[in-house]
T-cell receptor, first 113, second 116 residues
Framework: GDSVTQMEGPVTLSEEAFLTINCTYT??????LFWYVQYPGEGLQLLLK?????DKGSNKGFEATYRKETTSFHLEKGSVQVSDSAVYFC????????????FGTGTRLTVIP | EAQVTQNPRYLITVTGKKLTVTCSQN?????MSWYRQDPGLGLRQIYY???????DKGDVPEGYKVSRKEKRNFPLILESPSPNQTSLYFC???????????????FGPGTRLTVL
């Protein structure tokens, strides 16, 4: 069945460091892929998305490229800030309908000054 | 302000005592869903609804019920809660996706439930 495998955390980085959070997926066909972010005490928010192979989603300095050949959608940011501290979830569109998502386990990022 | 609201935000209860967690959205969204979040497991879908009076099971529906009598509300009902339902619950809503286009899901702030 469809699934998402996400890099285990937690991840701790110093401010201005480079961030990569790995995400790979297993799916039939080519589902849309997403990164959601959960700030402390809040619900999830859509960070970025890509709907087809080779698409690059970007938002707030974060980027992720839909790689069909490696079935991956790794999240990157060139210079993290303390305010980026949050839990990041990779997700893919389910087969039962475009609204339904399969989420990864989440990766907690802590950025220290 | 466009939002998804959940009540209560925190609840401690005992095994077997029926409870309802309410979810309401003011964005006229057709689609609504409930998830539970557990450490090491991420978010797992419990139930979802594509419109009024249309509901379907997600990945972990056992022990839960839902109803969708009005477009804005999607309550989650635990008829006889058990300790393994201790979790963080999120409600989400979105416009119904058609033709392959994805519409962003908006999440509520979460309800932390403890069943003793």
């Amino acid at each position: 069945g469809d699934s998402v495998t996400q890099m285990e955390g937690p991840v701790t980085l110093s401010e201005e460091a480079f961030l990569t959070i790995n995400c790979t997926y297993t799916a039939t066909g080519y589902p849309s892929l997403f990164w959601y972010v959960q700030y402390p005490g809040e619900g999830l928010q859509l960070l970025l998305k890509a709907t087809k192979a080779d698409d690059k989603g970007s938002n707030k300095g974060f980027e992720a490229t839909y790689r069909k050949e490696t079935t991956s959608f790794h999240l990157e940011k060139g210079s993290v800030q303390v305010s980026d501290s949050a839990v990041y979830f990779c997700a893919l569109e389910g087969r039962t309908g475009a609204n339904n998502l399969f989420f990864g386990t989440g990766t907690r990022l802590t950025v220290i000054p | 302000e466009a939002q998804v609201t959940q009540n209560p935000r925190y609840l401690i209860t005992v095994t077997g005592k029926k409870l309802t967690v309410t979810c309401s959205q003011n964005m006229n969204h057709e689609y609504m869903s409930w998830y539970r979040q557990d450490p090491g497991l991420g978010l797992r879908q419990i139930y979802y609804s594509m419109n009024v009076e249309v509901t379907d099971k997600g990945d972990v529906p056992e022990g839960y019920k839902v109803s969708r009598k009005e477009k804005r509300n999607f309550p989650l009902i635990l008829e006889s809660p058990s300790p393994n339902q201790t979790s963080l619950y999120f409600c989400a809503s979105s416009l119904k996706s058609t033709g392959g286009a994805y519409n962003e899901q908006f999440f509520g702030p979460g309800t932390r439930l403890t069943v003793l």
